[in-house]
């Protein structure tokens, strides 16, 4: 079965409006997703939970460490810009965590600087509007 993703009003674009995947349900890569805003959340999950993904998703940074210092994940997509806590702080704190989670940060408001601040914490970054191919390609880069 193919499912055709379309352009969405959160921020998630495919390349050329439209970009075919292919579900499959033996992926064994477990994705934590942070973005203060819950449609954002809502989306990538629902996008890699019908990929094959397993996917926890939260709007509170806290609540996302919390969780994270009991269960395993093999990569994290997290926002940049949130309140309380920005995006590359909790990448920081979630590679002290989990040294072995492949880390994004993704949002509109990248500083032009954000390359040098990610180094640390070997986070890569996805812009937004978000490409569905960097996504996956990042997500399966996890494995």
């Known amino acids: 079965m193919t499912v055709a993703y379309r352009v969405l ?9 439209c970009v075919m995947l292919e579900p499959d349900s033996e ?16 989306n990538l999950q629902a996008l890699l939970t019908q990929l094959g993904y397993k996917t926890r998703g939260f709007v509170d940074p806290q609540e996302a460490l919390q969780v994270a210092n009991t269960s395993h994940f093999d990569a ?24 072995h989670m492949s880390l994004a940060l993704h949002s509109a408001y990248l500083p032009d600087d954000q390359e040098a601040r990610c180094a640390p914490c070997a986070a ?18 996890a494995r």
């Open 27 to 42: 992926k064994n890569v477990s994705v934590l997703i942070v973005d203060d805003d819950p449609d954002a959340v809502a």
């Open 76 to 99: 994290a997509v997290v926002d940049y810009r949130m309140p309380g806590i920005n995006g590359l702080q909790l990448c920081q704190q979630l590679k002290q965590i989990a040294p």
């Open 9 to 17: 009003d959160n921020g998630l674009r495919a390349r050329k409006n």
């Open 124 to 141: 890569s970054l996805l812009a937004k509007p978000l490409d569905l191919e960097a996504l996956i390609s990042f997500v399966e880069s």
